[in-house]
């Protein structure tokens, strides 16, 4: 089984202090349990979603914004069940462990020194996490560390870009994923420096030999929000054939050998 369940669709800072969009991240259920990018209000749209923080395995934290690592530390506390058991992985970009010139680490050691393994790769590199393989992809990001991931599943792959601006490499990297989730900040004619917007989306799907089954867009920004992402991913579907769909919390995917399959959850608490 490969179930994905959303926390969220939100990113940047205006959807993030508003919340018109959740930041919860997304959480992939396959050999390993893997949380990614926990961004404000995580813990809380975990548990709405009956995603127990304490049965996480791997933490994965692409990059030193709040509006994808602000809840990390809560959610380490969760893996080693409140600092009392050595337990869990992250994977985190170099300025989530040691900070950069803007910004103090997101992780401290107390919560580091917590955990069973903490990685801190470098793109093209590969961890094992159980029966699936994690190779770390690049961005162009003004967090200059970030990282994305494909995981090799047995039932595929699944890729994720996280905020990066367009670069030729990206429709090589992720050729051939079956499941793309992608940060499409920004809608047609809205470029901004950094981030994805939906022409590039289109480009870099247009070139790829073997394109997604299904796209999933997250990382909506105020401006995509109100341009409305659902026309925008209708736009990516027409042109390029392949199925788009704008992330939204309580969204779960199934990967199966024929099909991806969706369903929305309820929560399963108010909190
Ligand atoms: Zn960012």
Not at 22 to 43: C, E, H, M, Q, W
Not at 158 to 167: C, L, R, V
Not at 182 to 210: F, G, W
Request: glycine share 8%.
């Amino acid at each position: 089984m490969v179930e994905i369940v959303f926390l969220g669709s939100g990113g940047g800072r205006f959807i993030t202090i508003t919340q018109f969009r959740p930041t919860g991240g997304f959480f992939i259920n396959s050999s390993k349990r893997i949380y990614v990018d926990p961004g404000p209000g995580a813990l809380v749209r975990a548990w709405r979603y009956k995603v127990d923080p304490r049965k996480i395995d791997v933490l994965f934290v692409s990059h030193r914004h709040t509006d994808h690592c602000n809840d990390a530390e809560i959610m380490v506390e969760g893996m080693t069940v409140g600092v009392t058991k050595k337990r869990g992985t992250l994977i985190a970009s170099k300025s989530v462990v040691y900070g950069d010139e803007n910004h103090t680490p997101a992780v401290s050691k107390y919560h580091l020194d917590s955990l069973e393994e903490v990685h801190i790769p470098n793109p093209g590199e590969r961890i094992q996490l159980g029966e699936d393989e994690m190779t770390i992809t690049p961005t162009v990001h003004s967090d200059p560390t970030a990282i994305g991931f494909i995981l090799k599943t047995r039932l595929g792959k699944i890729g994720y870009i996280p905020d990066t601006e367009y670069f030729e490499e990206l429709k090589k990297i992720y050729d051939g994923v079956r499941l793309l989730i992608a940060s499409v900040t920004r809608p047609t004619n809205m470029k901004i420096p950094y981030h994805l917007c939906t022409e590039d989306v289109i480009y870099m799907l247009k070139d790829m030999k073997q394109k997604p089954e299904m796209l999933i867009m997250s990382h909506i920004g105020m401006k995509m929000h109100f341009a409305n992402p659902y026309k925008e991913a209708k736009f990516i579907e027409n042109v390029t054939g392949v199925k788009t769909l704008v992330a939204k919390e309580g969204f779960k995917v199934k990967m199966e050998k024929t099909d991806i399959k969706l369903r929305t959850l309820r929560p399963a608490r108010e909190l």
